[in-house]
């Protein structure tokens, strides 16, 4: 059974770049499927960030693009995400999930999240 | 960006209960429509794919249903373990973009 697993610093300075790695048991991301990146700032509900396919290909949510980068590196089972220039407006619970890219794309697992506060 | 709207925000049933929300697209995305559920300081969980097709290990009392732009998810008799907040997605194409979710209470 794939299980994902978030991790990175809680605490992130204003003008900094966030960086989280989610690693991935159960299944090796080089195999299939996208890989991808939610957020849920407090209180309030999910954000699609972006995904990597399993063949390198990256697709990002247009409000972000300019500011993010995932990449993926199959000899760890892991994949990132960096945020370049977070505000405190990027204060949030991060999430990486899995999604079918042989199917409908539904995201059928996730990590347990992991909570970055943007602050100084 | 394909905007997903789910009506109502929030409603308040009891147990045993037959609940339903909506979920509408800004265009059509044919059946790529899935549904999630999310307790409090938990991760969402895939319920429905494809519009209606049920995640495996998810009660039979989920279902959905719906094309196009307009998709239902219906949990047929209430449970004491389904009272949680429910997101919509779509994955027609990118960005995949989520409904503002639809908070089931305790009447």
């Known amino acids: 059974q794939v299980q994902l697993q978030e991790s990175g610093p809680g605490l992130v300075k204003p003008s900094e770049t966030l960086s989280l790695t989610c690693t991935v048991s159960?299944?090796?991301?080089?195999?299939?499927?996208?890989w991808g990146w939610i957020r849920q700032p407090p209180g309030k509900g999910l954000e699609w960030i972006g995904i990597i396919y399993h063949r390198g290909g990256t697709y990002y949510s247009p409000s972000l693009q300019s500011r993010v980068t995932i990449s993926a590196d199959t000899s760890k089972n892991q994949f990132s995400l960096k945020l370049r220039f977070v505000t405190a407006a990027d204060t949030a619970l991060y999430y990486c999930?899995?999604?079918?890219?042989?199917?409908?794309?539904?995201?059928?697992?996730w990590g347990q999240g992991i909570l970055v506060t943007v602050s100084s | 960006d394909i905007q997903m709207t789910q009506s109502p925000s929030s409603l308040s049933a009891s147990v045993g209960d037959r609940v339903t929300i909506t979920c509408r697209a800004s265009?059509?995305?044919?059946?790529?429509l899935s549904w999630y559920q999310q307790k409090p300081g938990k991760a969402p969980r895939l319920l429905i794919y494809a519009a209606s097709s049920l995640q495996s290990g998810v009660p039979s009392r989920f279902s959905g249903s719906g094309s196009g732009t307009d998709f239902t998810l219906t949990i047929s008799s209430l449970q004491p373990e389904d009272f949680a907040t429910y997101y919509c997605q779509q994955s027609y194409t990118t960005p995949w973009t989520f409904g503002q979710g639809a908070k089931v209470g305790i009447k």
């Open positions: 999930a899995r999604a079918d890219s042989s199917g409908y794309r539904s995201l059928d697992s």
């Open positions: 159960g299944f090796s991301i080089r195999d299939g499927y996208y």
């Open positions: 265009q059509s995305i044919g059946n790529f």
